[in-house]
């Protein structure tokens, strides 16, 4: 059996064992709802679910020195926009977005979906922005066509999509504390083609957040304030180690992605949120 296939295989295996790990150390309690059960509970907060595609989405460029690369690698020194965990310069990741729709099919501002397409899966984050009120969705991992998944309503849904116990279980909120949405060079390289002038996943900043579906927890928060909870919404996870979000592995600052100096940043307050982030655990 060829050299790199085995250690591509055991490297995979133990990422994936990691993140169970971090992310999802509650014990597993099936509450009995069907996906389809949940989705009609997010649609009378969110509308109606678009028709989710990984056709629809957006392939992520990945480059290094501008040139495009043509397989991936496990070092984050060999792309120019590395993703924060996994392997940080993998080639073929898509990612979508979808206006919220109001019952009338006519568009809905408030209300915005995010969809990611990585190793033949697909993900969807649905946030309303006034309220913060968010829910998580997977496809199954064998069987589900990411291209043309089922809309709740339709025969297979149920088959085609994880119980909301499921998706609860790999505690999402961990992993998405500060946000619903992760924001990453790689990420960050693409705009939104409805509006140009900004980011195709949107910033949520300090706006209100939380997560529809009594299998999910809360995120965690804080009420320290100081120069780190200024501009940020603590984020504890340990496992982005490509590439840290911040000093902190928080969300990229929110005026601009890309580019930013936290030297001036006290280290009485930073110091004040890895201690607050050591407390719960995680």
Same mark, same amino acid.
């Given at each position: 059996?060829?050299?790199? *296939? #085995?250690?591509?295989?055991?490297? +995979?295996? @133990?990422?994936?064992?990691?993140?169970?790990? !971090?992310?999802?150390?509650?014990? =597993?309690?099936?509450?009995?709802?069907?996906?389809?059960?949940?989705?009609?509970?997010?649609?009378?907060?969110?509308?109606?679910?678009?028709?989710?595609?990984?056709?629809?989405?957006?392939?992520?460029?990945?480059?290094?020195?501008?040139?495009?690369?043509?397989?991936?690698?496990?070092?984050?020194?060999?792309?120019?926009?590395?993703?924060?965990?996994?392997?940080?310069?993998?080639?073929?990741?898509?990612?979508?977005?979808?206006?919220?729709?109001?019952?009338?099919?006519?568009?809905?501002?408030?209300?915005? *979906? #995010?969809?990611?397409?990585?190793? +033949?899966? @697909?993900?969807?984050?649905?946030?309303?922005? !006034?309220?913060?009120?968010?829910? =998580?969705?997977?496809?199954?991992?064998?069987?589900?066509?990411?291209?043309?998944?089922?809309?709740?309503?339709?025969?297979?849904?149920?088959?085609?999509?994880?119980?909301?116990?499921?998706?609860?279980?790999?505690?999402?909120?961990?992993?998405?504390?500060?946000?619903?949405?992760?924001?990453?060079?790689?990420?960050?390289?693409?705009?939104?083609?409805?509006?140009?002038?900004?980011?195709?996943?949107?910033?949520?900043?300090?706006?209100?957040?939380?997560?529809?579906?009594?299998?999910?927890?809360?995120?965690?928060?804080?009420?320290?304030?100081?120069?780190?909870?200024?501009?940020?919404?603590?984020?504890?996870?340990?496992?982005?180690?490509?590439?840290?979000?911040?000093?902190?592995?928080?969300?990229?600052?929110?005026?601009?992605?890309?580019?930013?100096?936290?030297?001036?940043?006290?280290?009485?307050?930073?110091?004040?949120?890895?201690?607050?982030?050591?407390?719960?655990?995680?």
């Amino acid at each position: 059996m060829n050299r790199n *296939f #085995i250690l591509s295989f055991i490297f +995979g295996f @133990l990422f994936l064992f990691m993140i169970l790990e !971090s992310c999802s150390k509650e014990e =597993f309690i099936d509450s009995g709802r069907t996906v389809l059960d949940y989705a009609y509970e997010c649609e009378a907060v969110l509308g109606p679910l678009p028709k989710f595609s990984c056709a629809d989405a957006i392939e992520v460029p990945s480059t290094k020195n501008g040139v495009p690369r043509t397989s991936d690698s496990q070092r984050a020194e060999n792309c120019d926009h590395p993703w924060a965990f996994g392997k940080p310069c993998q080639t073929g990741n898509k990612i979508g977005r979808y206006q919220g729709l109001n019952p009338d099919s006519t568009e809905n501002q408030d209300v915005v *979906f #995010i969809t990611f397409c990585r190793d +033949g899966g @697909l993900g969807v984050i649905g946030h309303k922005i !006034s309220t913060g009120e968010t829910c =998580f969705f997977s496809i199954v991992d064998t069987g589900a066509n990411p291209n043309d998944p089922p809309k709740p309503g339709d025969e297979n849904y149920n088959e085609a999509w994880m119980t909301p116990s499921v998706v609860a279980a790999d505690n999402c909120q961990n992993c998405h504390m500060a946000s619903p949405f992760l924001h990453t060079p790689a990420v960050d390289q693409i705009k939104n083609p409805g509006n140009p002038s900004e980011l195709l996943v949107p910033f949520t900043g300090n706006n209100p957040y939380s997560i529809i579906g009594a299998e999910f927890q809360q995120p965690h928060t804080t009420d320290i304030q100081n120069s780190c909870t200024s501009c940020h919404r603590p984020q504890c996870t340990q496992h982005f180690e490509n590439y840290p979000l911040d000093e902190l592995v928080m969300p990229a600052p929110f005026q601009n992605a890309t580019d930013f100096d936290h030297s001036t940043i006290s280290n009485t307050d930073r110091e004040a949120i890895r201690n607050w982030c050591n407390s719960l655990g995680l």
